[in-house]
């Protein structure tokens, strides 16, 4: 609940910063930025993702946290990129999405391997 | 036994099961991230092909490995059986046995593991495809296959019934009025292939029932129950991949559902192959036990 508030603050803060020095404001803005990110990454996301976990442990395989973390993952890549466009660096954002889908799929590769080795297994010649 | 029993249990149940839990997790990972929803659709099939096509392809295999054991047994045992019909004369025109019979059930088998099993493994093929790729679909063309793999069964188990045209007036406890309401119970029950196992059994029983005056009660039924084992366990899989189809539509998406249904489907008809092979076998069984129980008593 805390952390609905300092955001808040965070965000209050901000508006005042770019009345008050407008030039300096993108730079202040991205610092701030990615201190609140790790904060609430490291307050509210690594334990949910944690208690999520949790609540699934018993099964036996890796799916539920390859799940989890390449949902989260992208939901990091998503943030850091919306960011980056915000300063109007529009190309680089692509770039780090793209990046992190290629990361999120060679998590699954084994999988695919899998699936691709079963469904070989089922062609009849 | 306790722990072989639930051994068995966690390997066929488990996967439906982990699937549930599965189908919560993703939708509230696409409650939580909507843009992800695309992600966790294709990731999902992904697990669920891993997980679920396991069982599916292990009664494949099973059915396989079945049908080459039948086929070279056939081949082993035909030159012996074909000296002892020339050795024996008289004996036949007791048992009524036609011996173009026995070519034609394994005949069967051979065709089924050359023809029927490679074309339904196509038509599962074709399924998945159509699910991964929901842009391509073939699901006619899979449907097709399977309806006309059915037509091409019944018409070989019809092909026995009328092979099958003496000695059905001796024995049987099972045949009669009795077992009426019982066929009825499974042509209404088994939803694709219900009526032609009816079929298939009655013309097992009727072929027995010739037999039973010969071979005692409880061989005969021994041997049905060996034979018949594999494909009541290909029809308690399919069941299961239909039933977790119909409790996973509400809250599934379209894809993993129609998936389900189509493997539970594929399973039905490759259960119906399977009678056309159980029946090979007990013919066979049958034919040598009433065989040798002939050739030891004219002795």
């Known amino acids: 609940m805390a952390v ?59 799916y539920t946290t390859l799940l989890v973390v390449s949902a989260g993952l992208y939901y990091m890549a ?22 992190m889908k290629i990361v999120i799929i060679t998590l699954w590769f084994p999988s695919i391997k899998q699936l691709i080795e079963t469904i070989h297994s089922l062609i009849p010649w | 036994m306790q722990d072989l029993f639930n051994s068995v249990i966690a390997d066929v149940f488990g996967p439906f099961f982990l699937l549930l839990i599965m189908l919560l997790l993703t939708s509230l990972v696409d409650f939580f991230l909507p843009a992800f929803q695309k992600w966790t659709r294709f990731l999902l099939l992904v697990i669920i092909l891993v997980l679920l096509l396991e069982p599916a392809t292990d009664s494949f295999r099973q059915i396989q490995l079945i049908t080459q054991s039948i086929a070279s047994l056939f081949l082993g045992m035909y030159p012996l059986i074909a000296a002892m019909i020339l050795a024996s004369g008289a004996t036949f025109g007791v048992v009524n046995f036609q011996p173009a019979m026995l070519l034609f059930a394994q005949g069967a088998v051979v065709f089924a593991e050359k023809f029927l099993l490679p074309i339904l493994l196509t038509a599962l093929l074709l399924d998945i495809l159509t699910r991964l790729m929901p842009d391509i679909v073939f699901t006619r063309m899979a449907d097709l296959l399977r309806t006309s793999l059915l037509a091409i069964v019944s018409a070989m188990v019809a092909a026995y019934s009328i092979f099958i045209t003496a000695g059905g007036a001796l024995t049987w406890s099972l045949s009669g009025a ?60 399919a069941f299961l991949f239909r039933w977790t189809a119909a409790l996973i539509e509400p809250f599934s998406q379209k894809e993993v559902c129609g998936l389900m249904d189509d493997i539970g489907r594929t399973l039905f008809v490759l259960c119906a192959i399977t009678f056309l092979i159980s029946f090979a076998f007990i013919y066979t069984t049958i034919f040598i036990v009433t065989f040798i129980k002939l050739m030891t008593l004219g002795k």
């Not at chain 1, 998503?78 to 990046?99: C, H, N, P, R, W």
Request: glycine share 4%; aromatic share 10%; proline share 6%.
């Open chain 1, 4 to 62: 609905i508030f300092q955001l808040f603050i965070v965000y209050l803060l901000l508006l005042l910063l770019s009345f008050a020095a407008p030039a300096l404001h993108p730079i202040l803005y991205t610092t701030l930025f990615l201190m609140v990110a790790v904060y609430v990454l490291f307050t509210v996301l690594v334990p949910f993702a944690k208690s999520l976990l949790l609540l699934v442990e018993k099964l036996p395989a890796p």
């Open chain 2, 178 to 237: 009795l077992n009426e309401p019982l066929k009825e119970l499974i042509r209404q029950n088994i939803p694709v292939i219900g009526s032609l196992l009816t079929d298939t059994l009655g013309s097992i029983g009727r072929y027995s029932s010739g037999a039973s005056a010969y071979i005692g009660i409880w061989l005969l039924l021994s041997i049905w129950s060996v034979a018949l084992l594999p494909a009541v366990k290909v029809l308690c899989i």
């Open chain 1, 78 to 99: 998503e943030i850091l990129a919306l960011q980056m466009k915000d300063e109007g660096y529009g190309a680089l954002s692509q770039l780090f999405q793209t990046v």
